[in-house]
C-alpha cells in the first residue's frame, strides 16, 4: 500500500515539475498552490539546485505574497545558499507574526548553529520544544543532529537523552548517542549504548564494527577482536572488520595471527596498499626480515610514494645492519612525507652507524622539532653534540629538551652526567636526584657517562635514601 501511495505521490510530483518548468521555459504565468510550491521547492533543494529553489520561491511569493509559509521557505534557501544573515533578517520580520510557530524557531536554531552561534541557536530550539506538542522525540532528535553537525557533541547528547526518554528503543536515537560519546572520548558510555543497541538488534554488523573501533582507541584489544569476530560472523566478507582485526591483533602482539588475517583480507582486496604494508610490519615485528621486504616491495608495487612502505624497508635494512640501503630507503620516505618525526629519528640512527654525525644531528633536530616529546630523539641529538663539540653542547641540547621531558628518567641521569664531565657538582647532584625520583634503577647512566662520581659520598647517600623508597 506504501508503495502505491509512494508511486501516486512521485508522479503527482512529476506533473507539477512539468507544469512549473514548462511555465519557466514559456516565460509565461501558471496558478500554483503554496502546497505546491513547497514541493517544488524542495526537490530543488534536495538536488543542490539554489539557483531554481530561490526562483520558485521568488515566483511563490509573487503568486502568494502574505504567504508566511513561503518567506519561511526563502529563508531556508537563503540559509542553504550560505546567506545566513539575510535568513535570520526574514525569521525575525516572521517572528512577530508567526510568534506560535515551533518550525520557525526549529529553522532559526539550525541558521544560528550554521552561523556557529551555539547560544542563539540553543534558545531558538528551547522556544520550539515549547511550542510542540506532539512528535517530540523527532524534533528533539533534529536538533541534536543540528548540534552534531557542528561538532557540539555535548549539546548532542543533552537532547539526545530527553528523545531516548520518550523512545529507549528507538535504534537511530542509541547509535547517535553511542557516536557521540565517542567523539566526546567518554569511551565506556560510548560501549553502554553500543551495546544497548546490539541487545536490540544483535545482527548489525555496522554497530558490532564501531564496537570495536571503541575498544581499539581504548587499547583493549582483546574486547576488540571479539566484537570484529560477532561482525564477521554477521558477514564473513566484511572487509573493515577484517582489517580492523589484523590490526587489532597486531597491537595486541599477536603476529602470527594477524597476518593470517590479513592474507584473508588481501584475497578480498588484493590492491590494498595499507594491508600489504602491515603485513611487511607484522615480519618485521617477528624479524623475519626478507618477508618483510617481500610484502614492502609489494606494497611499493602498488603505490610507490607511499612513505609508510619506504620506513619499513629502512627498519628492516638497518636490524639486517646493511646500512646503505637503509639509508637509501628513509631519505625516499622522508621525501614523500618529511613531518613524520619517526622517519626523521631513524635517519639520524642509520646515519650514526655510517659515522655520518653532522647529518645525523640534523636528522634527529627535525625529529625534535616535529616531536619535541620525543626524548630519544633529544639523547640522540645530545650525544651527537657531546661527540661533535663536547659536553657543553649536549647540556644545551637537553637543557631544550627539559621543558618538554623533564619527566623523564634517562633526560636527568644523562644531564647529570654531562655536568660531572664539567665538574659542576651542584648540577650533579640536582638532576642526579631527580632522575632517581623518577626511576631509581637507571642511575647507571651517569655512571657510564662518568664513572668517577660512582664513588662520591653524596651521590652514596642519595643512591641510599632513594633506594629505600624505590
Known amino acids: 500500500m506504501k508503495e502505491e501511495e509512494d508511486f501516486i505521490e512521485d508522479a503527482e510530483l512529476r506533473n507539477i515539475l512539468d507544469r512549473y518548468e514548462h511555465m519557466i521555459r514559456d516565460k509565461r504565468v501558471v496558478y500554483f498552490d503554496v502546497y505546491q510550491f513547497e ?11 539554489f539557483s531554481q529553489a530561490i526562483n520558485a520561491v521568488d515566483i511563490g511569493i509573487q503568486q502568494h505574497p502574505s504567504s508566511n509559509v513561503l518567506l519561511l521557505k526563502k529563508a531556508e534557501v537563503l540559509a542553504e545558499k550560505g546567506d545566513t544573515a539575510r535568513a535570520i533578517s526574514i ?18 536554531g539550525m541558521i544560528y548553529n550554521q ?5 542563539k541557536a540553543e534558545k531558538s530550539f528551547e522556544k520550539a520544544l515549547s511550542l510542540y506538542a506532539e512528535s517530540l522525540e523527532d524534533i528533539l532528535h533534529d536538533i541534536a543532529h543540528s548540534f552534531e553537525h557542528i561538532h557540539q557533541y ?22 547517535d548517542l553511542a557516536n557521540c560519546y565517542e567523539k566526546l572520548q567518554e569511551f565506556n558510555r560510548s560501549i553502554e549504548y553500543y551495546k544497548i543497541y546490539l541487545d536490540l538488534e544483535p545482527f548489525s554488523e555496522s554497530v558490532w564494527f564501531n564496537l570495536g573501533l571503541v575498544y581499539i582507541k581504548m587499547e583493549e584489544y582483546d574486547k576488540a577482536i571479539d566484537a570484529y569476530d560477532f561482525a564477521l560472523a554477521v558477514n564473513d566478507k566484511y572487509a573493515s572488520a577484517m582489517l580492523n582485526k589484523a590490526i587489532a591483533l597486531s597491537h595486541s602482539g599477536q603476529y602470527a595471527d594477524a597476518i593470517e588475517v590479513y592474507n584473508e583480507f588481501v584475497d578480498l582486496e588484493p590492491d590494498n596498499v595499507i594491508a600489504w604494508c602491515f603485513l611487511g610490519e607484522c615480519y618485521e615485528k617477528l624479524q623475519q626480515w626478507q618477508k618483510a621486504i617481500r610484502h614492502y616491495n609489494y606494497a611499493l608495487k602498488l603505490d610507490d610514494e607511499f612513505s609508510e612502505a619506504w620506513y619499513g624497508l629502512a627498519v628492516c635494512y638497518l636490524n639486517m645492519e646493511k646500512y646503505r640501503d637503509a639509508l637509501s630507503c628513509a631519505l625516499k620516505a622522508v621525501e614523500i612525507d618529511d613531518e ?19 647529518d645525523a644531528t640534523a636528522a634527529f633536530s627535525k625529529a625534535t622539532k616535529i616531536d619535541p616529546y620525543d626524548s630519544e630523539a633529544w639523547l640522540n641529538l645530545a650525544e651527537l653534540g657531546n661527540i661533535l663539540s663536547g659536553p657543553k653542547q649536549a647540556i644545551s641540547v637537553l637543557k631544550e ?16 652526567g654531562y655536568y660531572c664531565l664539567l665538574g659542576e657538582k651542584v648540577m650533579i647532584y640536582q638532576f642526579f636526584q631527580e632522575g632517581l625520583k623518577l626511576s631509581y634503577n637507571k642511575h647507571h647512566l651517569t655512571f657510564d657517562l662518568c664513572p668517577e662520581i ?7 647517600t642519595l643512591l641510599s635514601d632513594y633506594k629505600s623508597k624505590s
Open 154 to 175: 555535548k549539546l548532542a547528547v543533552k537532547y539526545l537523552k530527553r528523545a531516548y526518554e520518550i523512545n529507549p528503543e528507538k535504534l537511530s536515537l542509541i547509535y
Open 401 to 416: 629538551s627539559y621543558i618538554y621531558n623533564f619527566d623523564v628518567a634517562e633526560i636527568n641521569y644523562l644531564m647529570a
Open 340 to 358: 613524520n618525526s619517526d622517519y626523521w629519528y631513524t635517519l639520524g640512527k642509520i646515519r650514526i652507524y655510517l659515522e655520518e654525525y653532522r
Open 39 to 49: 514541493r517544488i521547492i524542495d526537490y530543488y533543494l534536495d538536488g543542490d539546485l
Open 115 to 119: 552561523m556557529g552561534n551555539v547560544r
Open 91 to 108: 525569521l525575525t520580520d516572521l517572528e512577530k507574526v508567526e510568534y506560535s510557530n515551533s518550525e520557525l524557531y526549529i529553522l532559526k
Open 454 to 460: 660512582r664513588n662520591d659520598k653524596k651521590i652514596l
